[in-house]
């Protein structure tokens, strides 16, 4: 079994999530972590699984203003130019029949904010009729810039490894 795990991160703390999620995953399965910038063309080729994460902007995913606002914040953004957003359509226009996660980091307080990256990436593959392999996940970081909330690497981790193990198990049973 294949898994691909992309990720948007503006400060690092949605990098460090794919990369404990790609932990997880790898007890499992093959694994393959990667920065939304850095896709190439048959990266997804053969893929079982791919997780794909994001950081969460004004209750949503990133858009160009936000992307904008976050590089004023700090000179380096992890991801310079390819967003979540604009990159799960392509998804749509995969042949083969792929498993689909998708996460997010969020700001822990304050809680009663609404909205999420992860859980708009959801509403958006299920537009374009794709489903997914299990709940969109939220992981916490203190504040806007982080750093992620203890426990959540650990959390990350263990939801790779649900992930990789559920999908393996389906595949199973699709034979």
Known sequence: MRTVIVYESMFGNTRAIAEAIG???????????????????????????????????????????TRLDAANRQPYLVTQRVSLRDWLPTLADREAVVDVAVFCTKAAAPRWLPGSAAHS????????????????????????????????LDRARDWGAELAHATKDLKRRRR
């Open 23 to 65: 932990e997880g995953v790898a007890e499992h399965s093959d694994v393959t972590v990667l920065n939304l910038d850095d896709i190439t063309e048959g990266a997804l080729a053969d893929v079982d699984l791919v997780v794909a994460g994001g950081p969460t902007h004004t209750f949503g995913m990133s858009r160009p203003q």
């Open 121 to 152: 990436a959801a509403r958006a593959l299920k537009h374009r009729h794709i489903g997914l392999a299990a709940k969109p996940v939220v992981f916490h970081v203190e504040g806007m810039q982080g750093p992620l909330v203890p426990g959540e």
